[in-house]
């Protein structure tokens, strides 16, 4: 924080839950960044192994702050409370597993702040196809690089620099399990403008205890694939026209590809959760079900740089 001002430039906001094994290391990766005009709100949502023990020994740096929820919240409710405990301009959730490169706020914030008509600055594990970074999308432009392109919505909450306001005038992440992220996403690119940035800015971990690979997460993915064929036959999709058309074929796609490689490994339940949650009726299927057409570049706004 600078001696300017009391308030952040950037709040970066720590969730967690059990993360004895890597919440130092993700910690030590906030406070290492090469801009330090932020604060760390921790906030832990009832762990019961050694997490807060670790957690407290940061406290000494003025910048780190310490919550302990009195009950649990479960991931996407713990993430909203920790943005109402934000004082920053920007608010950068960082996951307890995941370690962010010593330049992550740097860059994010530079971007964001040369572009005013950004509502947040998005990042991935690569360079986005297309095109170089910074990249403006409109909603429309969003909508095709995610049913048209390479994708846009499977990013995590960590992958994003919010401006306060504009994550707090969205409402924040809806509770729907691990699905949440993307229904936010769903919902966001729908009607504010997104900058994409540079790639790699951040470590993000896999391993055995997410909740992304829980035995509830394909249910819950499968139950969210609705609230994305609504958005695709309602007038708020910005998506029209020969675009939407070929989208909704894409998804159709999808949920087909679903269901056959559910079948083929024997997985009946999340086979049926599929049809039953996909929203596509009979004749939904026979119209849209067609080989699909994807292209990489979809969603790239237009100039010079675009490929």
Request: glycine share 8%; hydrophobic share 40%.
């Amino acid at each position: 924080m600078t001696e300017e001002s009391s308030v952040p430039r950037i709040s970066v906001l720590l969730t967690s839950f059990n993360r004895e094994r890597y919440i130092a290391e993700s910690i030590e990766s906030v406070l290492s960044q090469s801009l330090t005009d932020f604060e760390l709100i921790v906030v832990d949502d009832g762990s019961t192994d050694g997490t807060v023990e670790i957690a407290r020994r940061y406290l000494s740096d003025s910048r780190v702050r310490l919550v302990q929820n009195e009950r649990n919240l479960g991931q996407f409710q713990n993430r909203n409370r920790a943005a109402t405990l934000a004082r920053g301009e920007y608010l950068k959730y960082h996951d307890s597993d995941d370690l962010m490169y010593p330049h992550c706020l740097a860059v994010m914030a530079q971007a964001l702040s040369a572009e005013p008509h950004a509502a947040l600055a998005l990042s991935a594990h690569t360079a986005w196809p297309g095109g170089p970074s910074p990249m403006l999308l409109t909603p429309s432009l969003a909508y095709e690089r995610e049913f048209l392109g390479s994708g846009l919505f499977q990013q995590s909450p960590a992958s994003a620099l919010f401006r306060a306001d504009a994550f707090r005038e969205l409402g924040g992440f809806p509770t729907a399990g691990v699905a949440s992220d993307y229904l936010f996403w769903l919902k966001a690119c729908a009607v504010v403008n997104v900058l994409l940035v540079p790639g790699d800015l951040f470590y993000y971990r896999l391993h055995a205890g997410q909740e992304l690979v829980s035995p509830n997460a394909l249910r819950e993915y499968a139950r969210s694939s609705s609230a994305a064929w609504e958005m695709l036959n309602s007038g708020a999709c910005p998506l029209t026209g020969n675009a939407l058309e070929v989208g909704k074929r894409n998804f159709a796609f999808i949920q087909a590809r679903e269901i056959y490689r559910s079948l083929k490994r024997g997985r009946f339940g999340p086979a049926i959760d599929i049809v039953r949650h996909s929203g596509l009726g009979v004749r939904d299927w026979m119209i849209h079900l067609r080989p699909p057409r994807r292209n990489a570049a979809a969603g790239t706004p237009p100039g010079p740089s675009a490929t």
